[in-house]
């Protein structure tokens, strides 16, 4: 079981307001008004802000990607799902990790400062501090050049003169271009699964990590990441192919267990965002779509009947309510779960939304675990890898279900009946099991083209109740865009704060556009 929140915002609040201290080896005199951050506490912080960037309560992905990959649907205001979103989303996206990068950058200085490195490693692991500070700062850096393309980046091992971010004395940081990102990632990775000391952990006791927890698992996770990289931008950065295999070699995942996320309290102090959203801030706006519940009840694609839809979905008519408190029975009835229509007008949610299914429990929970990445991701990796190996495809489906906690007798039949392993078939399965991680279905999506039911601009749904005397709709979206979107566009304010180098990066990269590919959307 992973190790749950601790909760130092106290401490977070003081020091966005005084920035940590140049005399970081004194003592305080009050420890109510600290005026040090233990390396450990920085750390903590920083990791539960960065799971929940993307999901920062009803305003996050489920605002932005999470309908675009049609994992949910909106069930009252539908702008989000065609498109429209709020420029409020992408601008806390793009600010909350760089807010954090700056964070595990702090430790990073704090163990290598020579009037702060002795005090640093009181806490823990020198090497292993820095070493996962620059992991953290792979994965941020890795989401922010996914979603945007050319963006201001910082690296520990490279001192390349594009890599300008993180600098409190740059105000204008130069957009780093994604071959150099990329890149420097992989290599980044590398160098920092190298670093870790295997016989300790990040810090004394695990104070602090509520996300490792060994030294093992923070490799596997280094190493992993890196493959997922390496593996997007294999056509185009000339030494991708050279890290898939040493990271491979290097060790990644191999089991649930190595699986990496951020298990949520059981209370209303520090719980999941979903449940936030729903039982805090009270909202009820949005749930599972149809075009995913349809696909795991077998109606519209080439798979079996998926035993996930059960835990994913409560029945219809189930309340909210009796769905947090497990208070409702699962049913074999299919017909008794039912999608949201993705992507309908707003004004036609009213006929819909009372005959939809909400989440189910294990979704809606307190204690949610977030997941950065799993080990089923690994497995669908190495099919790809190893020319759509069946076992790996396999190994990754039952991985999913497992996780989730679906009978073993129900994955074997569900595997038994799975058509057999391609590039449409792996990548659509490991689409189902990334549900709720929107950012790298997205990705994977915009890679491959799969999975290839997801319902396009101007293409035909299919509603659970007539609307305007039909069945179907068409997918009209409020942008102009002929399919899904291939990236997010900056903050507004970019252009204005830093209009040189806003500038150099489109003109290098092109329009700031939601349909501007990056370098790997070859598809």
């Not at 040090?36 to 799971?51: L, R």
């Not at 599972?288 to 009947?305: A, H, L, N, Q």
């Not at 189930?318 to 309908?344: C, F, H, R, W």
């Not at 190893?386 to 996780?403: I, L």
Request: glycine share 6%.
């Amino acid at each position: 079981m992973k190790k749950q929140i601790k909760s130092i915002v106290s401490i977070f609040a003081f020091m966005s307001l005084v920035g940590c201290t140049d005399n970081f080896e004194n003592i305080n005199d009050n420890p109510n008004n600290p005026v040090e951050v233990p390396t450990y506490g920085i750390f903590n912080y920083a990791s539960k802000e960065v799971v929940g960037v993307n999901q920062r309560g009803s305003f996050g992905s489920a605002r932005l990607i999470l309908p675009w990959v049609q994992y949910s649907a909106q069930r009252n205001y539908t702008e989000e799902d065609r498109f429209q979103f709020r420029v409020s989303t992408n601008n806390s996206i793009f600010n909350s990790y760089y807010r954090q990068a700056k964070n595990f950058k702090d430790i990073i200085d704090l163990n290598t400062n020579p009037e702060t490195a002795v005090t640093a490693a009181l806490y823990g692991n020198t090497d292993n501090q820095i070493a996962s500070s620059r992991i953290m700062l792979a994965y941020i850096f890795s989401n922010l050049v996914d979603m945007f393309g050319d963006v201001p980046y910082y690296s520990y091992g490279n001192q390349d003169a594009d890599f300008q971010a993180l600098d409190l004395g740059n105000l204008t940081p130069k957009f780093a271009s994604q071959e150099k990102i990329y890149t420097d990632l992989l290599e980044e990775l590398k160098q920092a699964s190298e670093q870790i000391d295997m016989n300790e952990g990040i810090f004394f006791n695990n104070q602090g990590d509520n996300l490792f927890q060994s030294p093992e698992k923070l490799k596997r996770f280094a190493n992993s990441l890196r493959l997922r990289i390496a593996n997007r931008v294999k056509a185009v950065i000339p030494t991708a192919n050279a890290h898939i295999q040493d990271a491979i070699a290097s060790g990644v995942m191999l089991s649930n267990n190595d699986t990496v996320g951020l298990q949520y309290e059981n209370n209303s102090v520090n719980p999941a965002p979903t449940y936030e959203a729903f039982f805090i801030d009270n909202r009820t706006d949005y749930t599972i779509s149809k075009t995913f519940v349809d696909v795991m009840k077998g109606e519209t694609s080439i798979y079996p009947v998926d035993p996930r839809l059960q835990i994913f979905a409560a029945p219809v008519g189930v309340s909210k309510a009796n769905s947090l408190s497990n208070a409702y029975e699962p049913t074999d009835d299919l017909t008794k779960y039912q999608g949201m229509p993705y992507g309908i007008a707003s004004g036609q949610t009213a006929t819909q939304r009372a005959r939809a299914s909400l989440y189910g429990n294990a979704i809606f929970r307190a204690d949610y675990t977030e997941i950065l990445m799993e080990y089923a991701e690994v497995e669908f990796l190495l099919a790809e890898v190893n020319g759509w190996n069946q076992t790996n495809y396999e190994n990754g489906v039952r991985a999913s279900m497992e996780r989730w906690g679906v009978d073993s007798a129900k994955i074997d039949t569900f595997i038994a009946d799975l058509p057999a392993a391609s590039e449409e078939t792996v990548i659509t399965q490991k689409y189902m099991a990334l549900f709720m991680q929107p950012y790298e279905a997205w990705a994977e999506y915009r890679r491959t083209g799969f999975p290839n039911f997801l319902i396009q601009p101007g293409g035909t749904g299919t509603a659970i109740t007539p609307i305007s005397g039909s069945l179907t709709y068409t997918f009209t979206p409020l942008e102009d865009l002929t399919e899904m979107p291939t990236r997010v566009p900056y903050p507004l304010n970019q252009a204005t704060l830093t209009p040189i180098q806003y500038n150099e990066a489109v003109q290098h990269m092109g329009p700031d556009t939601m349909d501007t590919k990056l370098i790997w959307d070859l598809n």
